[in-house]
Structures are given as C-alpha cells and as structure tokens.
C-alpha cells in the first residue's frame, strides 16, 4: 500500500512565527468590533426609548388640561314662571323650559350687569357653556321641588374662559386677534378673585356624549361603544379562534388541504385592518342589513380581524404542551376529547389567554375598518344594546382631532391617554397571565 501525499500549497505557521504585535492588533480589532456592536445595540434601544418618552411626553404635557374643567358657581333662582307656567309639573313642560335664560340671569346678577344693556349681556352670555341648560334641566327633572327656590350651581364655563385659565390663550394679544374680548377677561379675573371661576376634576370628560363644544363632549359614549365591541368581539373570536386551533392540532390530518388552511391563516394576520372594514361594509351592512355605526357589527369586524391572531396563539400554546401530557392521559384510558378538555387545554390556557388579551388590544385600537362601517356618528345618547348607534375611542379620537375649536386639540391628547391606559392595562394582564400560569416543562 502506497501512501499519497497531497500538495496544498499551504503550509501553517507556527504559534512561535506569528508577530506577537500583529497578533495584539488583530485581538484588540477583533474587541474594538465587538464594542462597537454593542454601542450600535445600545445606541438603538437607547434612541427607542427616548422616542417612545418624547412622544408620551408631548401627548401628556397636552393631554393633562382635559381632566381639568372650569366651572362658574352660581345662583340659580328656578323661576317657576319660567320653568313651569302652568304648575302642573308635567315633564314636558319642564323639559322645554329656557333654561338658558335662567343661568344667563344669574351670571349677570352675579356680575352686576343691567339686564338691558345688550352688549354686556352678549359678552357676559359667552362666559357660559352653551350646555349649562343641560345641567340645569338634569337637576330640575330629578329633583322638581327645586322649582321656586334658589340654588348654589356650579355650571360648565365657556371653552375660550376655560382656554384662559389653562394659560391656552396669550393675553398679551390683541383683542381683534383674541377669541375672548377685554371685557371678559376683566370679569374672568373678577370671578376667579371672588372664588366664584376656579378649575375641578372634569367628570364629564368619562360621562358625556358627543359635543360640538370642547367643554361638553366626552368619552362616555365611545368607551359604552367601545365595551359593546370588545365583548362581540371576546364571544365570537375567541371560541371560534381556539376550536379552529385545537382542531388543526389535535385532529385535521396533515394534507395538502390543512395546509392551504394554514398559509391563509397566517396570510390574513398581515391583512390592513381597512380591508376587513370593506368586507364588514359589503356584508353585515350591504349584504346582511344590520344597522350602520351598530357596536354589533363594529365587534363582528373586529372579531375577523382578531381570529387569526387567536388562532395562532392558540396553537402555539397547545404546541407548547409536552406530548407525554396527552400520551399519559390515552395510557389511563382517557378518550381523546378527554384528553385535549381535561389536560392539554388547561395547561394551554395561559398562552391562550395572553394571545386573546393581546389581539382584543389590538382591536381596541383600531380605527381604518370603524370608519369604513360608519361608526363616526355624531352621537351624544348612551347606546343601550349592541344595534345602537354609537361610536369607539379610537375613532372619537380621530373625530376630535379635526375639530378646529382649541378645546379640542386637548381633549384629542386626554382620550389618547385614556385609550393608551387601556391598551397598556390589558398587555399588562397578558404579561401577569403569562408569568402566573407558565409552567417549565
């Protein structure tokens, strides 16, 4: 036997020919590159963040003012002349009382205004809310024996008085080119003096419906709708979500056909949000009949925009359970669905449950297939069932930010962090769902 010898042409250096300075070099190269990589990594996460702060920074340095409200603290005298002519104390005569006229008196009494002096009482109306009448005919239809009397009322002031006391308008201004006149701003400084003008917590941000007012609309209308949406969407989604998963993982065979299923399943995860907005709009409402800015058919959208999403969280937490789970379950005589309900799917169900959470955050944001089903309906009563007109928060949040009154550039920052606490509350009960339930197998 012959040995062969082949010439490669290269021939290794020994350790004791290398250049110990060219080795230095090529060692300190070699860590100046991995510095740099990790300063590139840090400089990333480091820009994200300061990113991500900048931009919760501006929307609460904005957003804050709207959980505050001006109020005016009045005295009201419930004239009965006014209030009910007849004194039969029918409601529809209390309804369609000038309560107007009664807050407009008691400003000017409050500031010593003539009632026929017509520009001060002009001047002295725009200090009010054009919503005080609401107020004042809630508390009279609750409680009538209020009629004759006179009462301390605290009603909603002016948006452009509101503005002032928020520091939202320069005095320094000019008048011909100020929202609010000299005057005012004369009787605003003397109401706030008198402790009569003074700011409070504004309820009405959380209970009030639609408004062309800045200092009357709210968000109590679209978080109804927006709860009448999310339960749609956590009834039709999720049961269907997790049978189509434990049926592809337990029971389907793997054929070409499951896998055509599964592409376009992962497929319609990456499908834009309007596009389920079209197909809501040419079925449920075209197709179907259901009324148009319905919660119902908002939640029926969302579900099919929230089904992938479910599916593959739900898959991935069957997977996730070991098979000897279900080998010993079979090996004591349990039948297969006895297998999947009594074992696999409780050990599942934490990462079922944080996907779920998760794509029902997702659906709460989300505005493009809303605006697509007509949801943007000026809507100031409370939606009592689902067929209800009614409107969500993302899309109160879009409506607000094209308002041109400056109260509203505000409340669009206040109903963003509303939503955003919201959105960060449930991905926080993802996470304690996840780390409460997970087991390490």
Request: proline share 5%; charged share 15%.
């Amino acid at each position: 036997m012959t040995d062969v010898t082949v010439d490669t042409g290269y021939t290794s250096p020994s350790i004791s020919a290398l250049d110990p300075e060219a080795v230095r070099r090529r060692v300190a190269q070699r860590r100046a590159a991995e510095w740099r990589f990790q300063a590139y990594g840090v400089a990333a996460i480091t820009f994200g963040l300061l990113c991500v702060a900048l931009l919760f920074t501006v929307i609460v340095a904005k957003g804050w003012p709207a959980f505050l409200q001006s109020t005016l603290k009045l005295e009201v005298a419930f004239d009965p002349a006014v209030i009910d002519p007849a004194g039969k104390r029918v409601t529809d005569d209390i309804m369609a009382a000038d309560y107007q006229a009664l807050a407009a008196a008691a400003i000017y009494k409050q500031l010593g205004i003539a009632p026929d002096d017509a520009v001060a009482t002009a001047l002295a109306d725009g200090l009010l809310s054009t919503g005080a009448d609401v107020d004042l005919r809630k508390l009279v239809l609750a409680d009538p024996s209020i009629i004759g009397k006179t009462q301390s009322v605290y009603l909603l002031a002016n948006g452009n008085v509101d503005a002032v006391l928020k520091g939202a308008i320069d005095r320094a201004v000019p008048e011909a080119s100020r929202q609010i006149k000299d005057q005012q701003l004369a009787w605003v400084d003397q109401l706030v003096t008198g402790g009569r003008l003074s700011k409070a917590f504004n309820w009405g941000l959380f209970t009030r419906g639609a408004s062309s007012q800045p200092e009357t609309a709210g968000l109590g209308v679209a978080v109804i709708g927006s709860f009448f949406m999310m339960i749609t969407v956590l009834l039709v989604a999720v049961p269907l979500g997790v049978a189509a998963a434990i049926y592809l993982e337990e029971f389907a065979a793997k054929n070409r056909w499951t896998d055509f299923v599964e592409v376009n399943i992962s497929n319609l995860a990456a499908v834009p949000s309007i596009v389920f907005g079209l197909l809501g709009l040419a079925i449920l409402i075209n197709f179907v009949g259901l009324p148009r800015s319905a919660s119902l058919v908002g939640g029926l959208v969302l579900a099919l925009m929230t089904l992938p999403t479910v599916i593959i969280a739900a898959r991935a937490a069957i997977t996730a359970v070991p098979p000897s789970i279900r080998q010993a379950a079979l090996g004591i005589g349990a039948s297969k669905m006895q297998s999947i309900f009594h074992h696999v799917l409780p050990l599942a169900m934490p990462g079922i449950l944080t996907g779920t959470i998760i794509g029902l955050a997702k659906a709460l944001g989300e505005t493009a297939p809303l605006l697509m089903i007509g949801m943007v309906a000026f809507v100031v009563d409370y939606p009592r069932t689902p067929l209800d007109p009614a409107t969500a928060l993302p899309v109160q949040i879009y409506m607000w930010s094209t308002a041109q009154e400056r109260g509203f550039v505000e409340r669009t920052s206040g109903a963003t962090m509303v939503l955003l606490v919201f959105l960060l509350a449930m991905n926080l009960i993802a996470v304690i769902l996840r780390r409460r339930f997970e087991r390490k197998w």
